[in-house]
């Protein structure tokens, strides 16, 4: 278990509004991932980091932004809300290449 | 775009069954890891393999990775309902980002 905790754990929105999502983890790990999962695609990976302030772009990040200021903090952003972003958000963290461990997710239903 | 197609999708057995689920790909990776995910939670890591051939078991869980680094297995011996999950399947390419290509998941039932 590698200490990664999300917020909130549950966010119901209207389309249009602007959402954020937290994760914070306690390994001091360098790399943090935000995936959306969701039925018959599987995890797909949104936006990465492998450094503070260092981020860059994943498969499906059209809709969404990313900050990281400190080590232990990725905030995922959703500008304005529509209905397919509709699903649930998980964090990684990975110490080191090709091992992640995940937080429990946040589910988001935009309305 | 590079796709890990895992097998069976959904799979519902009887307690104390043995199966094994499968996960292949064309591209050759040099790490697969293999998690668990159960309803309302985040995926749990159970294995990681990194050289071809490679096995690994876990209690009665047992992963193989392909000669080749394209593929792998994981069998379960004597299943038990508390073995019920998605499980998934991710390759790794070794890069510096430590990005991973995860497949849909194989989802298990198991009854008592």
């Known amino acids: 278990d590698a200490g990664i905790t999300q917020s909130p754990r549950h966010k119901v929105t209207e389309t249009g509004t602007p959402v954020t999502l937290r994760c914070h983890q306690t390994?001091?790990?360098?790399?943090m991932y935000w995936y959306r999962q969701d039925p018959g695609h599987g995890l797909r990976l949104i936006h990465y980091?492998?450094?503070?302030?260092?981020?860059d772009k994943g498969e499906v990040s059209d809709g969404y932004s990313v900050s990281r200021s400190k080590t232990e903090d990725f905030l995922l952003t959703l500008e304005s809300a529509t209905s397919s972003q509709t699903s649930v958000y998980f964090c990684?963290?990975?110490?080191?290449?090709?091992?992640?461990?995940f937080g429990p997710g946040t589910r988001l239903t935009v309305l | 775009t590079q796709l890990l197609e895992q097998s069976p999708q959904f799979l519902s057995i009887q307690e104390g069954e043995n199966l094994t689920v499968y996960c292949n790909s064309s591209?050759?990776?040099?790490?697969l890891q293999w998690y668990r995910q159960e309803p309302g939670e985040g995926p749990v890591l159970l294995v990681t393999?990194?050289?071809?051939?490679e096995v690994k078991k876990l209690k009665r869980l047992t992963f193989q990775f392909g000669d080749a680094r394209k593929d792998s297995s994981l069998h379960i011996t004597a299943a038990q309902p508390g073995d019920t999950g998605l499980y998934l399947c991710a390759g790794g390419y070794g890069g510096s980002q430590g990005n991973l290509i995860f497949g849909k998941g194989t989802k298990l039932s198991v009854k008592p």
């Open positions: 591209s050759v990776f040099s790490s």
């Open positions: 980091s492998y450094g503070v302030k260092d981020t």
């Open positions: 393999v990194v050289t071809g051939g």
């Open positions: 390994e001091n790990h360098r790399y």
């Open positions: 990684a963290t990975g110490g080191g290449p090709d091992t992640q461990y």
